[in-house]
């Protein structure tokens, strides 16, 4: 079945600091992952889709489709990226989306 | 980005009543809503995804009675959560996206829903 599985509920950093959020997957053919982002008292926004391979706010994840993973990354942290961040994947052809359980980023000065 | 808009953001209703939640894109006409459900540290569950104009596709375990579903326009869905029981309490989110399948869905605020 497919699945997202996000491992870690909290990740502390400190400004300036790498950030790696880690995101596996289980899905049967080609997958479509994203990475959703929620910052405090907003609604789910997109941060980005794999298939665009761009990086938004110096974020960048890459499909290793070998470990089945999508992990977001970025390399100096800064105190606005503290938020909530869903991985999440297109279930199937409907283009319905699933989530994993989400991992709070809170980055400190 | 496009906006979508619930309506409340927060109710509180008591056991035994019904609460319906609007879900509005305001810049665009969305083709296809999501109905999600959140429960405090957990994840966004699929309840159900509505087309304009036709009935609603619930996923699994969701019950059809209790959690209605309407998409009367391109610009509105409605969630009626009937005779609420206090495990119904929890946060809605709903979606919209337009056109294709593969178009971004946008998210709107949510509503936080007590039942007492």
Known sequence: AQRVTQPEKLLSVF??????????????????????????????QLLLRHISRESIKGFTADLNKGETSFHLK???????????????????????????SGTRLLVRP | ????????????????????IECRS??????????YRQFPKQ???????????SKATY????????????????TLSTLTVTSAHPEDSSFY????RE??????????QGTRLTVV
């Not at chain 1, 105190?79 to 989530?99: G, Q």
Request: hydrophobic share 40%; glycine share 8%; net charge neutral.
């Open chain 2, 26 to 35: 305001l810049d665009f006409q969305a083709t296809t809503m999501f109905w």
């Open chain 2, 93 to 96: 989110i709903c979606s919209a």
């Open chain 1, 74 to 100: 970025k390399p100096f942290a800064q105190e606005e990226d503290s938020a909530m961040y869903y991985c999440a994947l297109y279930r199937d052809s409907s283009y319905k989306l699933i989530f994993g």
């Open chain 1, 15 to 44: 400004k300036g600091a790498p950030v790696e959020l880690k995101c596996n997957y289980s899905y049967s053919g080609s997958p479509e992952l994203f990475w959703y982002v929620q910052y405090s008292r907003q609604r789910l």
């Open chain 2, 59 to 74: 996923e699994q375990g969701v019950e059809k009675d209790k959690f209605l579903i309407n998409h009367a326009s391109l």
């Open chain 2, 1 to 20: 980005g496009a906006v979508v808009s619930q309506h409340p953001s927060w109710v509180i209703c008591k056991s035994g009543t019904s609460v319906k």
């Open chain 2, 99 to 108: 056109g294709t399948g593969m178009a971004e869905a946008f998210f709107g």
């Open chain 2, 43 to 53: 994840s966004l569950m699929l309840m159900a995804t509505s087309n304009e104009g």
